[in-house]
């Protein structure tokens, strides 16, 4: 089975633009799941969505949106991009469900903003 | 909600042992242990649910204490392959663990 693949792996932007970052599940998983990563703050949770739907969210700013497809791949919005959100962006997935389940981690799209 | 991790980094010869370990001040329903090496995506080694057995990968097991809110991981007869970040990652409720609040992560690094 693939695993998650995101697109694009890097990517370079200047302050005030906006920028979208993607993801595709595994084959069968219905959730997907984006965290931030940066040095200074480990991993933060920003937000889930399973089924279309957003299940859960983070403590970020409304600057970062995400929508979720038919296909369960999922894309995250970034806008008015503040030097801060410099990182590197996972995101997971996982079969979903009410009952707890692993989730497998992308290798990321390291987000540069100057 | 963010768990702490203790120790922040630990070095270890080869065959040595380590704990990590996990604390929370929230009621735990899960527990969740990646180990990330530099560059690479974190990997999923276990989960723990309130009250599960203990868990075990390979030589690396771990244990879920539900009254002190605290999870241990155990490396065992460390290996070179062991060097990386662990995370400990609590679910965010019964209704699934797909919202993770990671820990600031243990550095762990094996040497010959």
């Known amino acids: 089975k693939a695993g998650v693949t995101q697109t694009p792996r890097y990517l370079i932007k200047t302050r005030g633009q906006q920028v979208t970052l993607s993801c595709s599940p595994i084959?069968?998983?219905?959730?997907v799941s984006w965290y931030q990563q940066t040095p200074g703050q480990g991993l933060q949770f920003l937000f889930e969505y399973f089924s279309e739907t957003q299940r859960n969210k983070g403590n970020f700013p409304g600057r970062f949106s995400g929508r979720q497809f038919s296909n369960s791949r999922s894309e995250m919005n970034v806008s008015t991009l503040e030097l801060g959100d410099s990182a590197l962006y996972l995101c997971?997935?996982?079969?979903?469900?009410?009952?707890?389940?692993?989730?497998?981690f992308g290798p990321g799209t390291r987000l540069t903003v100057l | 909600q963010q768990p702490v991790q203790s120790p922040q980094a630990v070095i270890l010869r080869e065959g040595e042992d380590a704990v990590i370990n996990c604390s929370s001040s929230?009621?735990?329903?899960?527990v969740h242990w990646y180990r990330q090496k530099h560059g690479e995506a974190p990997v999923f080694l276990m989960i723990?649910?309130?009250?599960?057995e203990q868990m075990r990968h390979e030589k690396i097991s771990a244990s879920f204490n539900e009254k002190k809110q605290q999870s241990s991981l155990y490396l065992t007869a460390s290996q070179l392959s062991y060097s990386g970040t662990y995370f400990c990652?609590?679910?965010?409720?019964?209704?699934?663990?797909?919202?993770?609040?990671f820990g600031t992560g243990t550095r762990l690094t094996v040497i010959p």
């Open positions: 723990l649910l309130k009250g599960g």
């Open positions: 929230k009621a735990l329903y899960s």
């Open positions: 084959s069968g998983h219905r959730s």
């Open positions: 997971a997935s996982s079969l979903g469900g009410d009952t707890f389940r692993t989730q497998y």
């Open positions: 990652g609590t679910g965010g409720g019964l209704s699934g663990a797909n919202n993770l609040f």
